[in-house]
């Protein structure tokens, strides 16, 4: 047990159960449960670009416009991590694409 475990302890959640009490239920949603309205995908897409594609796309060009003015370790670093967060983000829009407007095969049956 690591020192700051006492922190922690009244923080931890139920993932997987039912809601009652204390707990929070943070487990995905029945299988004929309904996605949320368009109008709420639309939004959620919306935000998903201006908020992650947007400012990365920012970051991305802000660290090439300015390469001169930084060490090459910061320079090295932060390309290497902007790399890694664009491939986290493509695979993130992949699922929201999928969750929000393509229609599972479980869904059509």
Same mark, same amino acid.
């Given at each position: 047990?690591? =020192?700051?475990?006492?922190?922690?302890?009244?923080?931890?959640?139920?993932?997987? $159960?039912?809601?009652?009490?204390?707990?929070?239920?943070?487990? =995905?949603?029945?299988?004929? =449960?309904?996605? $949320?309205?368009? $109008?709420?995908?639309?939004?959620?897409? $919306?935000?998903?670009?201006?908020? %992650?594609?947007?400012? +990365?796309?920012?970051?991305?060009?802000?660290?090439?416009?300015?390469?001169? +003015?930084?060490? +090459?370790? &910061?320079?090295?670093?932060?390309?290497?991590?902007? =790399?890694?967060?664009?491939?986290?983000?493509?695979? +993130?829009?992949? %699922?929201?694409?999928?969750?929000?407007?393509?229609?599972? &095969?479980?869904?059509?049956?």
């Amino acid at each position: 047990m690591f =020192a700051g475990d006492h922190l922690f302890r009244d923080l931890r959640f139920d993932l997987g $159960g039912s809601v009652g009490g204390d707990q929070l239920d943070l487990s =995905a949603p029945e299988a004929g =449960a309904p996605h $949320g309205q368009p $109008g709420q995908n639309m939004i959620n897409l $919306g935000t998903y670009v201006v908020f %992650r594609i947007n400012t +990365l796309a920012w970051m991305t060009r802000w660290l090439v416009l300015n390469r001169d +003015l930084i060490p +090459l370790i &910061s320079y090295t670093v932060g390309s290497v991590g902007l =790399a890694i967060m664009t491939v986290m983000n493509i695979v +993130l829009f992949y %699922r929201l694409m999928r969750s929000d407007f393509m229609k599972s &095969s479980r869904e059509k049956e």
